[in-house]
């Protein structure tokens, strides 16, 4: 049942979630509404589990049991606060207030009244432990809660479906991550996106996961190494940013040191089930990893090499003046990942064909590590040589770059001539990646590797939003 749900979920995310997203908020409150009153049930009728809330009876329960239980039992009661993580992956949708609203109105006094409830459960009916959630229901509700459990289940795994999109889209804009399809499934909501290769490689590592472990117990492991690690991070990642924005570093490492720790007792806690599922999420985040470390320092080693052939700017314009250029009509846009010189298919166009349109521009998207950046300042241009124009397009990282839209923001601007735009065709350089032999780059498998990736990004062309029928590649060999 679990494989045909997993499925069912991620055949339909082409189609997007704006339709049935409708019904994610309803589903979810009634859900928490649920989980608080069946907690308040069992609170009821035993009250004295509201002393739990005392952090002195754990440290009693500790002093009793050992230094061993109560390490395993710190990374058991660590997987009651799992998914409030997977509520970030989202923030750059929605925003910290109504985040911090749901997670503090509804969410954790839902959960907490619940776990309260299960607790006094099983101090009534210890032979409940088997199942505490389920026996806190009547025997008439267990089919209706199992189906509503079950939509709840399936609406979180679509959040995590949607935030790994989204997070994915972002890591390309980086540049952590190769150009991919990225489909827009909503036409007014910006956020609404599927992503192809991305859905079908998480759904191929779901699945495996689920026959793999079998159950939720054996996934337990996984899932709290997982979660602790990745608060980990988000921990010293929150004080590298804090540090950058100018923030007192004593302040920083006493704030975020304090919360590190308790992110490390945890997944130390966690760390004793490696063996027992543990080491699934260490494998996945260390193939990504990799993927993502290799293509960074491939695209870096690429500009290295396009830098020593690219030619400047003066010099450029300076042979055009000894070359006898047969003039095309028409304005020919060149696609460039450098803000200066001249890009390698430009000149090698130049050089072959003894040819050049009558207007040039060289083009280049930047994203920027903020979300959005506004229309007016979308476009700069500067003007090389009469008809011949640079221009710079930035793009906030939450946004899809354009080409087309970021020209017309420069026309609109009056930073271009309208009839710049008129009879255009765009070249875009392909690079066909030839590992080096020497030990002066990557190592030879990271080499190859991103030239597997290379070889099957998304052209750049459709990436940027551009035109089949415009495009002209021109391919150049490069070595790294």
């Known amino acids: 049942i679990t494989l045909v749900i997993l499925v069912g979920l991620f055949l339909v995310q082409h189609k997007g979630v704006a339709a049935i997203g409708r019904v994610f908020g309803p589903v979810m409150l009634v859900w928490f509404a649920v989980l608080g009153l069946l907690g308040i049930v069992g609170i009821v009728d035993q009250p004295a589990i509201l002393t739990a809330a005392n952090p002195f009876r754990a440290l009693d329960f500790m002093s009793h049991a050992g230094w061993h239980v109560s390490f395993v039992m710190l990374g058991a009661a660590f997987l009651a606060v799992t998914g409030g993580e997977a509520m970030y992956a989202d923030l750059g949708h929605f925003g910290a207030l109504p985040i911090r609203i749901a997670w503090f109105v509804l969410v954790l006094p839902a959960l907490v009244l619940n776990y309260f409830g299960q607790g006094a459960l099983l101090i009534a009916a210890p032979d409940a432990l088997e199942n505490p959630f389920f026996r806190l229901c009547p025997d008439w509700g267990h089919l209706p809660l199992i189906a509503l459990a079950t939509m709840a289940t399936i609406i979180a795994s679509q959040a995590i479906i949607s935030g790994v999109f989204s997070l994915t889209q972002q890591s390309i804009q980086l540049g952590f991550l190769p150009a991919m399809r990225i489909v827009q499934t909503a036409r007014d909501e910006r956020g609404q996106i599927y992503v192809p290769a991305v859905n079908w490689l998480l759904a191929m590592a779901t699945l495996t996961a689920v026959v793999v472990f079998g159950s939720s117990d054996a996934l337990a492991g996984a899932y709290g190494i997982a979660v602790s690690m990745l608060m980990g991070i988000t921990t010293l990642l929150a004080a590298l940013i804090a540090i950058r924005w100018g923030y007192n570093p004593v302040l920083v490492f006493a704030v975020n040191g304090f919360f590190l720790a308790i992110d490390l007792v945890f997944f130390a806690a966690n760390s004793v089930k490696i063996l027992e599922g ?168 990271r080499e190859n590797l991103f030239a597997f990736m290379q070889r099957n990004a998304e052209r750049t062309g459709a990436f940027f939003g551009v035109p089949t029928r415009q495009v002209v590649e021109v391919g150049t060999e490069i070595e790294i």
Request: proline residues 7%; aromatic residues 8%; neutral net charge.
């Open 278 to 445: 543990g080491w699934f999420p260490l494998v996945l985040a260390g193939l990504v990893a990799v993927m993502m470390l290799t293509w960074k320092k491939g695209i870096e080693l690429v500009e290295e090499a396009r830098a020593a052939l690219r030619l400047p700017e003066d010099v450029f314009l300076a042979s055009l003046q000894h070359r006898d250029l047969l003039r095309l009509p028409g304005t020919a846009a060149f696609l460039s990942a450098a803000q200066r010189g001249i890009p390698l298919h430009l000149s090698r166009f130049v050089e072959r064909n003894h040819a050049l349109m009558e207007r040039i521009l060289i083009i280049t998207a930047l994203y920027e590590e903020t979300p959005i950046v506004p229309k007016d300042q979308r476009a700069h241009v500067t003007i090389l040589a009469p008809d011949f124009y640079r221009v710079i397009l930035r793009y906030g990282f939450m946004e899809e770059a354009s080409i087309p839209e970021g020209l017309a923001c420069a026309v609109e601007a009056r930073h271009l001539p309208p009839h710049v735009l008129d009879d255009m065709t765009i070249f875009v350089g392909h690079e066909t990646i030839i590992p080096r032999r020497d030990k002066r780059g990557m190592a030879p498998w």
